[in-house]
């Protein structure tokens, strides 16, 4: 069976959005739905309507209080933004993301793309969990997507390249590493930083963390690799009785 890219709304405001979401994802089979800190709450009676018959992808619904929880089962995280961004990433449209999705999905690896709030869109540090950055290319002197829409088209991309994933794809033997396995490298490695004073001034940390996440998160680690990295953190942080 392939495996199928996860929605994610990030702090979505208007029910009335998440139902048109629900609607699209089942235009295109796409059914794991997941949202983070919604703004009015979980379940929303205005979702209903708008999803027009998408009831099981509604009632299937996760909700997740961080970005880094929704996607720590996740091994690869596009961020659908058309905001430039100071952050040395990939970036794609979606019809090449469609292509790379069905080539880390014959991998056997989980992937998922997130989608901003309706009025500000995803913040940098939304942004830092990503991998890649997949940009509609819409007409720059009026660029208003709706929500919905950037969904449809993200969806539309993917299910045109369904036919093309190669049935009987094993998956890798040394698979990438999931979302969860990086955060808990990045926790431990500042935890670190943090016993050895290395970040000073204290006013700095937060872009000091989000540079040095943003160069991990680049590299495509495998797990072995990341238990590897926390092994020899334990090694030099090791203290002999």
Not at 107 to 128: C, H, M, W, Y
Request: neutral net charge; hydrophobic residues 40%; contains cysteine.
């Amino acid at each position: 069976m392939t495996i199928k890219p996860v929605i994610i709304l990030v702090r979505p405001q208007l029910g009335e959005n998440i139902g048109k979401t629900a609607r699209a994802m089942g235009n295109f089979s796409l059914t794991d739905l997941r949202l983070v800190n919604p703004r009015d709450g979980w379940p929303n009676p205005t979702s209903g309507a708008a999803a027009a018959g998408a009831d099981d992808i509604l009632n299937s619904v996760q909700v997740f209080d961080t970005v880094e929880d929704a996607v720590h089962d996740l091994n690869h995280v596009y961020a659908s933004t058309v905001r430039h961004r100071d952050m040395n990433k990939h970036v794609t449209d979606p019809v090449i993301m469609a292509d790379e999705m069905h080539g880390f999905a014959s991998k056997g690896q989980n992937v998922g793309i997130l989608f901003g709030p309706e009025r500000s869109g995803l913040s940098n540090a939304d942004t830092l969990v990503a991998d890649s950055i997949v940009t509609v290319p819409i007409n720059p002197e009026f660029s208003s997507l709706n929500l919905a829409q950037a969904v449809v088209i993200c969806a539309y991309e993917w299910s045109k390249k369904s036919g093309q994933v190669v049935a009987g794809s094993y998956a890798d033997p040394d698979p990438k590493a999931s979302k969860k396995e990086l955060v808990g490298f990045f926790e431990h490695l500042e935890g670190e930083l943090d016993k050895k004073g290395y970040f000073r001034p204290q006013a700095r940390k937060p872009a000091m963390v989000e540079t040095l996440r943003n160069m991990f998160q680049k590299s495509d680690f495998t797990s072995q690799q990341i238990q590897t990295l926390r092994g020899v953190l334990k090694s030099l942080t090791w203290k002999n009785k």
